[in-house]
C-alpha cells in the first residue's frame, strides 16, 4: 500500500513538474496553483488531504522518525492568500486563526524534496487526522 502510494505521489509530482514547465498541452486552470507551484522542482505529492480541526503537526524523516527543525510550510488558501511558518527543533508546526476551508501546503527544506498537500479545515470534523508529513533525504551523488 506504501508503495503504491509512494508510486502514485511521484506520477502526480512528475505532472504537476511537467505542467510547470508548460510541457502540458492544457493551460493550468488555476494561476494560484501555478504560483505556487512555481519552484516546485522536484518532490513529493501528498494525494489523500488531511481531514483536521487545527492545522498543527509533525515534520520527520521516514522511517528513522528524526525531528526536522526549520522546515519552511507555507499554507494557501483558496483565495491564495499565504501564511507561512517553520518547524521548531522537535519538527512541530501549528497555525492559528483559520477560517474553515481547503489550504494547499508546501513543505521546503535544503536537501529534501519538497512535499505538498492538502489540508481540510472542519471544526467540527467527524474524525480529526494527526498530521505527519514526511520528508526523505534527497539522494546523494
Same mark, same amino acid.
Request: with cysteine; aromatic share 8%.
Given at each position: 500500500?506504501?508503495?503504491?502510494?509512494?508510486?502514485?505521489?511521484?506520477?502526480?509530482?512528475?505532472?504537476?513538474?511537467?505542467?510547470?514547465?508548460?510541457?502540458?498541452?492544457?493551460?493550468?486552470?488555476?494561476?494560484?496553483?501555478?504560483?505556487? /507551484?512555481?519552484?516546485?522542482?522536484?518532490?513529493?505529492?501528498?494525494?489523500?488531504?488531511?481531514?483536521?480541526?487545527?492545522?498543527?503537526?509533525?515534520?520527520?524523516?521516514?522511517?528513522?522518525?528524526?525531528?526536522?527543525?526549520?522546515?519552511?510550510?507555507?499554507?494557501?488558501?483558496?483565495?491564495?492568500? /499565504?501564511?507561512?511558518?517553520?518547524?521548531?527543533?522537535?519538527?512541530?508546526?501549528?497555525?492559528?486563526?483559520?477560517?474553515?476551508?481547503?489550504?494547499?501546503?508546501?513543505?521546503?527544506?535544503?536537501?529534501?524534496?519538497?512535499?505538498?498537500?492538502?489540508?481540510?479545515?472542519q471544526k467540527h470534523?467527524?474524525?480529526?487526522?494527526?498530521?505527519?508529513?514526511?520528508?526523505?533525504?534527497?539522494?546523494?551523488?
Amino acid at each position: 500500500m506504501q508503495l503504491m502510494r509512494a508510486r502514485i505521489s511521484l506520477a502526480l509530482g512528475t505532472f504537476l513538474l511537467l505542467a510547470g514547465l508548460g510541457i502540458s498541452q492544457e493551460k493550468p486552470k488555476l494561476d494560484i496553483c501555478k504560483e505556487f /507551484l512555481k519552484n516546485f522542482v522536484a518532490g513529493v505529492v501528498i494525494v489523500q488531504p488531511f481531514i483536521v480541526r487545527e492545522v498543527k503537526g509533525v515534520v520527520l524523516v521516514p522511517y528513522c522518525d528524526d525531528f526536522l527543525p526549520n522546515v519552511s510550510i507555507e499554507l494557501r488558501d483558496s483565495g491564495g492568500k /499565504l501564511t507561512a511558518t517553520k518547524t521548531d527543533s522537535r519538527g512541530q508546526f501549528k497555525f492559528g486563526n483559520l477560517r474553515e476551508g481547503t489550504y494547499t501546503f508546501k513543505a521546503t527544506l535544503d536537501g529534501f524534496p519538497t512535499v505538498v498537500g492538502t489540508f481540510v479545515l472542519q471544526k467540527h470534523p467527524k474524525k480529526s487526522e494527526a498530521i505527519r508529513i514526511e520528508m526523505p533525504p534527497m539522494p546523494l551523488g
